[in-house]
T-cell receptor
Framework: GESVGLHLPTLSVQEGDNSIINCAYSNSASDYFIWYKQESGKGPQFIIDIRSNMDKRQGQRVTVLLNKTVKHLSLQIAATQPGDSAVYFCAEKSRGGKLIFGQGTELSVKP | DTAVSQTPKYLVTQMGNDKSIKCEQNLGHDTMYWYKQDSKKFLKIMFSYNNKELIINETVPNRFSPKSPDKAHLNLHINSLELGDSAVYFC????????????FGPGTRLTVT
């Protein structure tokens, strides 16, 4: 069946360091991937997305990498700040299909 | 200015009761969703409506009945509440059903006692 999973459920980094959050997906037909950030008590918030015809996309302090060969997605956050502390979800979508969320990784930033 | 809003934010009720959660979006989107997030933060889609038409209906008990009176609203009614229904329910919306960002509401924390 379809599944999206994360390698690490928790990640602790020092303020100012770079963070890398990984995600594995199993549906090779998925052609759209999104990273969401969820702060405590709030709804998921869009960070960045990438389509399957790309392998890298950059935003402000964030970069998403897509490796279709091994069905792996990663989110890199540069110069991690305390405000980045949250649960991060990857999600995949196949054409016309539903969004399937991964387990989530809790990022904790130490000052 | 709230893009996707839900009411109530918290809902505490007893088993067997019937309750509703309301969702409204002011983004002009034509597609709306209901998601359930369990205690382990796992997010799973329940329903999706496009232009008031049901297009996704996951294996959700028929005690859950969504209703979309218009494109800007998607309500969720739950009959005969059970302990296992306790979760956070999120409404979301997007422009179309294609590969577009979904905007999430703040969530409704439902506790069934």
């Amino acid at each position: 069946g379809e599944s999206v999973g994360l390698h690490l459920p928790t990640l602790s980094v020092q303020e100012g360091d770079n963070s890398i959050i990984n995600c594995a997906y199993s549906n090779s037909a998925s052609d759209y991937f999104i990273w969401y950030k969820q702060e405590s008590g709030k709804g998921p918030q869009f960070i960045i997305d990438i389509r399957s015809n790309m392998d890298k996309r950059q935003g402000q302090r964030v970069t998403v990498l897509l490796n279709k060969t091994v069905k792996h997605l990663s989110l890199q956050i540069a110069a991690t700040q305390p405000g980045d502390s949250a649960v991060y979800f990857c999600a995949e979508k196949s054409r016309g299909g539903k969004l399937i969320f991964g387990q989530g990784t809790e990022l904790s930033v130490k000052p | 200015d709230t893009a996707v809003s839900q009411t109530p934010k918290y809902l505490v009720t007893q088993m067997g009761n019937d309750k509703s959660i309301k969702c409204e979006q002011n983004l002009g989107h034509d597609t709306m969703y209901w998601y359930k997030q369990d205690s382990k933060k796992f997010l799973k889609i329940m329903f999706s409506y496009n232009n008031k038409e049901l297009i996704i209906n996951e294996t959700v008990p028929n005690r859950f009945s969504p209703k979309s009176p218009d494109k800007a609203h998607l309500n969720l009614h739950i009959n005969s509440l059970e302990l296992g229904d306790s979760a956070v329910y999120f409404c979301a919306s997007s422009q179309g059903t294609g590969n577009n960002e979904q905007y999430f509401g703040p969530g409704t924390r439902l506790t069934v006692t």
